[in-house]
């Protein structure tokens, strides 16, 4: 049983599980996960490895849709709709909700087209108003000083820390509502995980994010929101949810407990 | 510590050993069918007709021949086995028990001797749909010879594209279609070119399967439906049937071996070319 904590009521929510369960093939990843995710917060997913975390965060933009044999049953409410009606437009879907995944993955294109390349599919074309999304969404994960003199050139040619930010500018550049990261900074060094970090608690002002991270210490520092997944019988449950102050210093459930002072997980 | 750098030596040497044999025997074959060939070879031997079954004159319909045989051959293998790969790979409905299917055959196709092909190519092209010995017949053969290679390669190229561009792409809200027109195919370029050089590579080759389907008439084709004589035929030809048939044959063999690597380093360059468009600004 979830355990959910009343302050938790207080904000609006942005997306809504509902009995949410994924399974791949014969594998139960996660089940009856209801999580109200508060619009324009910063939540914490945290939990064991194998536990569904990752698998959850790919259900609230469909990614899901990109794995074979993945079955998802339950309800996702984004502002209201559930967005696993087959009416809804998966595209515009994903417009709304961004992702930033845990390996950097630019792709083989320049700076400059790594960020037109999304624009063009979703009809943005003046070529002054791209530049300006551009230099603004470069400006705001702060690459735009270190690159705006090579847009032109490979964007593999970044380090690991700009690629990641470059990613993140990638999803910025699309104005979405949410964006949902997955381990955003475990491949990089902890420079640049600092910088990241920063730039993720500047965003949660504006934006709803969901990361998923396993750094305790990261999760207390960003986050709104702070909810525990846990593998019961190889089958990933949400253990409890709660306000991310509550959920360290007064967690209810004996797991979280346990996970929080470091005993267990 | 002595013995160990010895057994080092050893290895290194032998690992050297092998890759340097091969490319020996290679440049050996070459420069031999060079060293015989190059001196047959002027304006005369490229655009004329050949004499006395080839002893002399030139190879002209044969080059033409072999390039109308190629060219049915490639135009309708290459749409078909890209297609078939992409879907194979790409669209997941087909990834499963169907597609298993589809891959064993490929397989088991690609090792089916030529000469099968030749006699399927004869049944169904020259017989059942009434082409006759023909060009077209001949190309339709070697398409279905070349088909599983091609497809085959272009799959790998497409799996070796990294999953997290799809994702990437897909999470960014961008269709399949222009994920796949603008980031999986020119990423998969290396794939497509190595199916396209490996299966022109067969077909220019072959002479089996082109025995039944494309004939050995040595005039020049006025349309796809006449028989025409390939290179390697004609190689063949002179070779075994014809006496005072080498000089002729050394110099068709140089023709074929410098048509194979022009077609092949054009095909890169057409490859890295649209993958830099696609890539580049
Ligand atoms: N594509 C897949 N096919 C089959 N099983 C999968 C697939 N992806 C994940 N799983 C399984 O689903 C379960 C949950 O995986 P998931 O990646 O969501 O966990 P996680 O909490 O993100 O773990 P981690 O912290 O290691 O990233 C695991 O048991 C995993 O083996
Ligand atoms: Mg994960």
Redesign the pocket.
């Known amino acids: 049983m979830t355990t959910f904590h009343p302050k938790n009521t207080i904000h609006p929510t942005a997306i809504r599980t509902e009995n949410l369960s994924l399974s ?2 014969q ?1 139960i ?1 996660f089940q009856d996960i209801s999580l109200p995710i508060p619009a324009q917060k910063i939540t914490a997913i945290v ?1 064991p ?7 959850f965060l790919t259900c609230l933009n469909r990614l899901t849709d990109l ?1 074979q044999q ?1 079955r998802v049953s339950g309800k996702v409410y984004l502002a209201g709709k559930n967005i696993f009606d087959p009416k809804i437009d998966v595209i515009a879907l994903r417009r709304r909700v961004g992702m930033l995944f845990q390996q950097p993955n630019p792709f083989p294109f320049s700076i400059y087209k790594n960020l037109v390349f999304p624009l063009k599919e979703h009809g943005i074309t003046d070529r002054s108003h791209v530049e300006y999304l551009i230099e603004e969404s470069l400006t705001a994960v702060g690459l735009w000083d270190e690159v705006k003199d090579r847009l032109k050139s490979s964007a593999l040619r970044l380090s690991g820390g700009q690629q990641q930010r470059l990613c993140l500018a990638r999803t910025l550049v699309l104005k979405p509502e949410v964006i949902l990261m997955d ?1 955003p900074c475990s491949a990089l060094d902890p420079i640049s995980t600092g910088v990241i970090e920063d730039l993720i608690k500047d965003l949660g002002d504006r934006h709803t994010i969901v990361i ?1 991270t ?1 750094n305790l210490a990261q999760a207390k520092r960003i986050s709104h929101q702070t909810a525990l ?1 846990w593998s019961q019988k190889n089958v ?1 449950h949400l253990i409890e949810v709660a306000p991310t102050q509550d959920f360290f210093q007064h967690p209810v459930n004996p797991l979280t407990q346990a996970y929080v002072t470091g005993l267990k997980g | 510590m002595v013995k160990q750098k010895w057994g080092d030596r050893l290895g290194t040497g032998f690992i050297w050993a092998i890759p340097l044999t091969i490319t020996a025997i290679f440049l050996w074959i070459i420069g031999d069918v060079f060293w015989h060939g190059l001196g047959q070879i002027n304006w005369q031997f490229l655009f004329t007709a050949p004499i006395d079954a080839g002893r002399s004159g030139g190879i002209a319909p044969i080059l033409v021949s072999t390039a109308w045989i190629l060219l049915i051959c490639m135009g309708v293998s290459l749409p078909l086995g890209i297609g078939t790969a992409v879907l194979l790979v790409e669209f997941s409905d087909i990834k499963t028990g169907f597609g298993q299917l589809i891959r064993r055959s490929l397989d088991t196709l690609a090792g089916v001797p030529s000469i099968v092909f030749g006699l399927f190519g004869n049944a169904l092209f020259v017989k059942v749909f009434g082409l006759g010995f023909s060009i077209l017949s001949g190309g339709l053969t070697l398409a279905c010879m070349v088909l599983p290679l091609l497809i085959r390669s272009t799959e790998e190229g497409l799996r070796a594209v990294p999953q997290s561009y799809r994702l990437g792409a897909a999470s960014l809200g961008i269709s399949q279609t222009k994920t796949l027109w603008h980031l999986i195919l020119p990423a998969a370029m290396p794939g497509f070119v190595a199916g396209f050089v490996l299966g022109i590579g067969r077909a220019i080759a072959e002479t089996a399967a082109l025995i039944f389907t494309s004939g050995y008439v040595d005039r020049m084709p006025s349309s796809w439906l006449d028989s025409g004589r390939s290179l390697s035929i004609h190689i063949y030809d002179l070779a075994m049937n014809i006496s005072n048939g080498n000089a002729n044959a050394y110099g068709t063999a140089t023709v074929l071996i410098t048509l194979l690597l022009m077609i092949n380093a054009l095909t890169s360059w057409i490859g890295a070319t649209w993958t830099n468009h696609h890539f580049k600004f």
């Open positions: 791949y093939d594998k990843a939990g490895s194998g536990s569904g975390k990752s698998s794995t993945c381990e998923v396993h997944f990933g």
